[in-house]
C-alpha cells in the first residue's frame, strides 16, 4: 500500500497558497480537510462522494486517502468553471485517475450514483442537506461516515439538517469541534430507515 506521496502534498500546499486569493474558494480550513483524510484512512472507505468541489483543495485531501485506501471519489459541482480548474488540479497533483468530475445539480447527480458509499464530504448547499443525505441513506455502507461541514459558521442554515440528522434511528450524528464545525453522521448498520 503506498503512503500520501510527497508530490501530491506539495500540490496540496500549493493550491492552499492560491485558494487564499480566490474570493470564491470558501475551501475548507486545512484542519478540516486533514480530518476528511483521516476519517477516509481511519475507516478504510473505498467509495466516497464529495457534495461541492471548488477548486478541489478538499478533493485533493480526500483522494490522497483515497490514494492508500485504494479507493475512488466522485465529486460534484454545479459551477463547471470551478469543476474545469479542480481537475486540473487533481491532473497535475496526479490524483486524477482516481477522482471522477461531475458537473451538475448536486440533488440531480446524487440520485443516479449507486453505492455502496463509504465516505461523504457534504459541503455545497446548506439548505439541501436533509435532501442529500436521505438520497445517499439506501446506498450507505454499514458504517459509512457522512461529514458535513460549516455547522458552527451556518449554524442557522442547518439546524433543520442537525435535527433531522440526530433524530434518525438509522445514524448516528454528533457534531466535531473542528475547522468551521462539522457534524459527523455514521450509517449505524441493521436500523431500518423511518419511511
Ligand atoms: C464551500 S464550496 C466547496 C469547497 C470545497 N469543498 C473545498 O474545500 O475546497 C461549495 C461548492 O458547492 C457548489 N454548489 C453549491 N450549490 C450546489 C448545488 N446545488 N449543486 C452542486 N454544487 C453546488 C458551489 O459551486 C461551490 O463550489
Redesign the pocket.
Known amino acids: 500500500m503506498a503512503t500520501m506521496n510527497a508530490a501530491v502534498r506539495q500540490y496540496i500546499d500549493l493550491l492552499e497558497f492560491l485558494c487564499e486569493d480566490l474570493s470564491d474558494?470558501?475551501?475548507?480550513p486545512r484542519i478540516g480537510?486533514q480530518f476528511c483524510h483521516a476519517v477516509v484512512l481511519s475507516t478504510g472507505a473505498k467509495n466516497a462522494v464529495?457534495?461541492?468541489?471548488?477548486?478541489?483543495?478538499?478533493?485533493l485531501w480526500i483522494g490522497a486517502a483515497l490514494q492508500e485506501t485504494g479507493g475512488g471519489l466522485i465529486t460534484?459541482?454545479?459551477?463547471a468553471r470551478?469543476s474545469a480548474q479542480a481537475r486540473q488540479h487533481a491532473r497535475r497533483a496526479g490524483l486524477d485517475a482516481i477522482i471522477d468530475f461531475r458537473q451538475?445539480?448536486?440533488?440531480e447527480i446524487l440520485k443516479s450514483l449507486e453505492g455502496p458509499i463509504d465516505f461523504v464530504?457534504n459541503?455545497?448547499?446548506k439548505n439541501?442537506c436533509i435532501q442529500y443525505v436521505e438520497t445517499l441513506l439506501p446506498k450507505l455502507s454499514d458504517r459509512a461516515v457522512v461529514l458535513t461541514d460549516n455547522i458552527h459558521t451556518h449554524s442557522v442554515e442547518l439546524a433543520d439538517f442537525l435535527f433531522w440528522a440526530r433524530s434518525q434511528p438509522s445514524l448516528f450524528s454528533t457534531e466535531v469541534r473542528v475547522g468551521n464545525g462539522m457534524e459527523m453522521t455514521i450509517k449505524r448498520p441493521g436500523v431500518a430507515e423511518t419511511p
Open positions: 474558494a470558501h475551501e475548507l480537510a464529495e457534495i461541492g468541489t471548488g477548486y478541489g483543495y478538499s478533493t460534484i459541482d454545479c459551477d470551478k451538475g445539480e448536486a440533488a464530504l459541503d455545497a448547499d439541501s
